[in-house]
């Protein structure tokens, strides 16, 4: 398992919050998908817009997001978000995201994308290519 | 399976879609969110802000939520949610979403939620409750 | 002032809702840029994805939005928007949203908007053009 | 006008572009709510979901919100937004939040709230009331 890191902390606003005063579902997968775009530029030293042309990728689109809430988040809660790679496959990789408030999980969330790139001999053709090992070795 | 289904169309907007011209990943668990409420109004006859009021309950809170990402939905596409009970518990259900853009699966969405009520001799504890088996038989 | 006007009816989201239970005043901004977006479509009889193509432009940037919040929209509300080009300068525009809970006005929201194209001797400059005439009569 | 200032800065996250590959409007107006949140907790020492209870409100609602933007904010743009209190009224108050990019003004948003409270002899009835002097002496 991949042990590199990525940990942040993050203050509740309010327009992230329903009316039952806890935050909405759908902002944890929004800090799902910034906290990786922070790890991958943590362990690569690669800006984020810059991650595409810098490994000749169109990116790393998501295509499984799953999150499992165990406590809610309120306005005002200071949560820590701490992500890592969990599991590197040849083209696609899954990414863990613990959420936490005053060191106690509330949130779990886990994502799976792929490292992908244009076909060479049909550039509309968008697919997986294999994740160079130099990559995978930054996260280690 | 619970065979009552919502179905709703809706054409992808500009603020729904990221640099890469596609659906923001969050923006589909907004929009299972606002399926979900939907399911239970048609179903129940029972106005979302009127569900807990009507049944004694704080709500159907969000306990776990997953998204498969199968082919991207662009800026103007049109698309169909079909929403359903996949699954009734004794006091939690699973809800599944098809979100299909012409009549292709796009995304698949699910969502797992309890039936909330506060608890009779101290109601600070929220916890399930047994849904009333006549909520389950509308949705047959 | 141009008289087409486009209206639409949504259904307030509780994802759209704050903690207060009442429209988190960003949303309104997203509706009012979708409206824009339909308000043309409907009025030029081109889809938006298609409208920079048609035209021969890049799109119609927004440089100013103003918004005046006189009576909140609850969860379950349902609102009407009504929206028109209220003023066509040579190229830029005045969008003006209204919207309406039980025929009551809620909200005023207005746009500024510019016919953005890029220059033809220098193609990184981006700037106003003349709005064509054919476009303004569309709206009268 | 008031000089006490709060700046923050932030990093334009994927999530808050269009498929311009710019800030989507409404972002900017989620980013002043928060400022101004944070700017209140500076100068008054009171946290933001305290703020009620600590002066007998029910808050500081929106009544009108503004912006004009100069310059696009692009993803991975790190941005400065600078809020302060531009004028106190009786019961409601302007805010101003400068958003800048290396030093350069792209947007400039203004918020009016109000100091809102509940009248003391029909609770349902909500309204602005003076703002205490030793607040405004706060903000200097």
């Given amino acids: 398992m991949a042990s590199f ?4 902390q993050m203050t509740i606003e309010w327009g992230q919050c329903d009316p039952a005063g806890i935050v909405f579902n759908s902002r944890f997968f929004e800090m799902f998908d910034t ?3 922070m790890l991958f530029e943590k362990a690569l030293g690669v800006k984020p817009h810059e ?3 810098t490994f000749g990728i169109i990116g790393i689109p ?10 809610p988040a309120k ?15 040849r083209s696609s990789f899954e990414i ?3 959420v936490s408030i005053n060191g106690e999980l509330a949130v779990e969330g886990e994502e799976t ?3 992908a790139a244009r076909d060479k001999t049909n550039p509309d053709k968008i697919g997986g290519v294999a994740i160079p090992s130099e990559v995978i070795g930054r996260f280690e």
Same sequence: chains 1, 2, 3, 4.
């Fill in 5 to 8: 890191i990525n940990r942040r």
């Fill in 35 to 37: 906290s990786t775009w």
């Fill in 51 to 53: 991650l595409s042309k």
């Fill in 62 to 71: 998501l295509v499984d997001a799953r999150a499992n809430f165990l406590k």
């Fill in 75 to 89: 306005f005002g809660d200071v949560i820590e978000i701490a992500s890592r790679v969990s599991e590197f496959h």
């Fill in 96 to 98: 863990e995201h613990h």
């Fill in 113 to 115: 994308r792929v490292w």
